[in-house]
């Protein structure tokens, strides 16, 4: 079993949610930690559930660096994929599995701070850790949060934030172990080989030279930035490969492992 006892903070991609097996095995692993007395929360995307949403309303997507520019005529739409139709998915998965789980946004009980992040991008927002209580709470009872990337500004806006990102904020939050599970084995080098170790310098070095780009990139950096703030390695893995689920059960390591 997890030999931590610290929160795991575990953030899934939005391809998992097209995955039906995917999910089925990502609950069970879920399902016996929780039972083992490990508290979990899940964080979520859903990046293509909003891509196929937008296009199904005729909007066109443009991504900066990795973010997704949200004008306000499409953030219903990024909402009822993500704090919806995503979030719902989960939830149905983890009934399956026998988890009691609580489906919740960044909005919800004060758990973060948002703010927009930068006007080019739209209502695209920033959070930060804020108060821990109402996640406490749903722990203390044996439940599993699984959280959208929706937060709400105090300025009453709906905001669209990048999934790596919300667990970032989450994981500090509770000052918890963060795993981001990919539809990729973890950070591949130009080769496609999968990198084990991972530190600041070679991820800079990695970034400039284009080998790590796009949502691997906010990822990296996500995960850096907790690595550096906890002091330890985050990981980076696949929720594809059911043995890498059996060994992060274990409390062992899989993937890459962002070094702070
Ligand atoms: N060096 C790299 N290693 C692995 N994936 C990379 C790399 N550079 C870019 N990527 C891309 O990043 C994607 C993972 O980021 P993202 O799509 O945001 O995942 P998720 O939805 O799981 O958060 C991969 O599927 C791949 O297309
Ligand atoms: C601002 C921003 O880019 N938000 C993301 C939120 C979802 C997400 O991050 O989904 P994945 O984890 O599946 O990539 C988006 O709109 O796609």
Redesign the pocket.
């Known amino acids: 079993m997890m030999t931590t006892k610290s929160v795991l903070v575990l953030k899934?991609?939005?391809?998992l949610l097209q995955c039906e097996m995917g999910m089925a095995r990502l609950m069970d692993a879920a399902a016996e930690m929780i039972a083992a007395g490990q508290q979990v929360i899940l964080v979520h995307?859903g990046?293509?559930l909003v891509d196929e949403q937008l296009t199904a309303n005729g909007k066109e997507t443009i991504k900066l660096d990795?973010l997704r520019v949200t004008p306000a005529d499409q953030i219903a739409i990024v909402v009822g994929a993500l704090a919806g139709s995503s979030n719902k998915i989960l939830q149905a998965a983890a009934a399956k599995a026998g988890i009691v789980s609580i489906g919740m946004s960044l909005g919800d009980g004060n758990v973060v701070t948002a703010k927009i992040k930068d006007e080019r991008l739209g209502l695209v927002g920033e959070v930060e850790p804020k108060d821990a209580t109402y996640l406490n709470f749903i722990l203390s009872q044996g439940w599993m949060p699984i959280c959208s990337s929706i937060a709400i500004s105090s300025q009453g806006e709906m905001l669209n934030v990048n999934?790596?990102q919300a667990a970032t904020a989450l994981a500090k939050l509770v000052n918890g172990t963060l795993v981001?599970?990919?539809?990729?084995s973890?950070?591949?080098?130009g080769k496609g080989q999968l990198i084990h170790s991972l530190n600041k310098s070679e991820i800079e070095h990695?970034v400039a030279q284009g080998?790590?780009?796009?949502?691997?990139?906010?990822?990296v950096e996500a995960a850096l930035e907790v690595a550096q703030w906890m002091g330890k390695p985050v990981q980076v893995a696949s929720w594809r490969d059911a043995e890498q689920l059996k060994t992060l059960v274990k409390g062992g390591s899989v993937g890459t492992q962002i070094q702070p």
């Open positions: 899934v991609g939005g391809a995307g990046g293509c990795g999934a790596d981001l599970l990919s539809d990729v973890g950070v591949l080098d990695l080998v790590i780009e796009k949502g691997m990139k906010v990822k």
